[in-house]
């Protein structure tokens, strides 16, 4: 298919080069030659080795640990393709960090959602290429475009082959009841939901503190539950909404997460807790940075990622893809 750009090239940061890499070979094009080092005064340099004038260039990265690093990174190189003069610069972000200060929600707190986004624009992004934002709201805080895809019908498909006929779908919180419904709807199962209140109690010495009490709104009793959420990091919230279902009569407790940021030893504490499996995306997913654990199934969006990507550059749509193949819920043009 023809396109407005010379040549596709794409280029990865650190962040995931695996998928990145991935991404390529689907695409049957060589990974971009750059490189990129960090000076012993933690300054990132980087460099393109081979021409980019007037190509349509896509820099792949996630922003997973380390956090700060990866983000330099990728703006350094989105500055990089702009400076030599790159036809048009794509960022592909599997993963968005900050999706949680999307607002001030308290007295003198920043929204670094939208400072993030600012960045990345001033860096040099002409647009967004990005997977299930904490909040849609999002994809606003950039007045670029952005193709926001979801990997909900990756997960979905997964439990789907599976056939069970006592499954349902449970949102480890209120936030995620909307996008569990869906995922419970594809999936044809019922929906429950674990409710997180904060409340307030006396202490023995009289004094106020704040616990969390979890309910669940729904009968899981007997049944295989898939607890459905957005990210999973230190895998606080999924473990002790698990243990509540336990306690309420599941017959066994699965989790469907698309970004698995697994910080510090969340993979030693899902491997001991009720959870029998994790499904997730490599979003984030680097097997060299995780633990094994028999219960972790990792699924690529890699394919996915490639096919978006090439649409962009021949100028064809990419929503269309996903209404003839019901294959992903997307937010895109
Ligand atoms: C919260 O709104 C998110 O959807 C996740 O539930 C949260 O990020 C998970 O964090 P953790 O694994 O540390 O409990």
Redo the contacts with the bound molecule.
């Keep these: 298919m023809s396109s407005r750009f010379d040549e596709l090239r794409v280029f990865t940061g650190n962040g995931n080069p695996q998928l990145a890499n991935e991404i390529s070979r689907h695409l049957n094009i060589p990974m971009g030659d750059v490189t990129i080092k960090t000076f012993p005064n933690d300054n990132i340099f980087v460099r393109l080795n081979e021409s980019v004038r007037e190509k349509d260039v896509f820099v792949i990265q996630s922003l997973g640990l380390p956090l700060s690093n990866n983000i330099m990174e990728l703006l350094i190189m989105l500055d990089t393709c702009r400076r030599s003069s790159a036809g048009r610069v794509t960022a592909v972000i599997p993963y968005y960090a900050y999706g ?1 200060t999307d607002k001030r929600d308290q007295p003198r707190v920043p929204i670094t959602a939208r400072l993030l986004a600012d960045m990345i624009q001033v860096a040099g992004a002409e647009r967004i290429i990005t997977i299930d934002l ?1 909040a849609g709201q999002i994809q606003g805080f950039f007045s670029i475009p952005v193709d926001e895809l979801s990997a909900m019908s990756l997960l979905v498909r997964d439990f789907a082959a599976r056939n069970w006929d006592d499954a349902v779908v449970v949102s ?2 209120l ?2 009841a909307k996008r569990a419904r869906n995922f419970a709807e594809q999936l044809g199962t019922p929906l429950a939901i674990v409710e997180k209140r904060r409340i307030q109690q006396l202490d023995r010495d009289k004094s106020l503190s704040r616990v969390e009490a979890l309910s669940l709104i729904g009968d899981v009793e007997g049944r295989r539950c898939i607890l459905v ?10 473990i002790e909404a698990a243990d509540l279902l336990m306690a309420k009569g599941a017959r066994e407790v699965y989790a469907a997460v698309v970004h698995a ?1 697994l ?1 510090g030893n ?1 993979i030693e504490r899902l491997k001991s807790s009720a959870i029998c499996e994790l499904v997730t995306t490599d979003t984030l997913y680097r097997p060299d940075n995780n633990p094994e654990w028999e219960g972790l199934r990792v699924l690529s969006i890699a394919q996915l990622l490639a096919e978006v990507i090439q649409r962009i550059h021949s100028g064809i749509s990419v929503g269309s893809i996903f209404m003839h193949r019901n294959l992903l819920w997307g937010k895109h043009s």
């Design positions: 949680r904490h480890p919180d936030g995620f959420d957005d990210e999973i990091l230190t895998g606080g919230s999924i940021v910080a969340a």
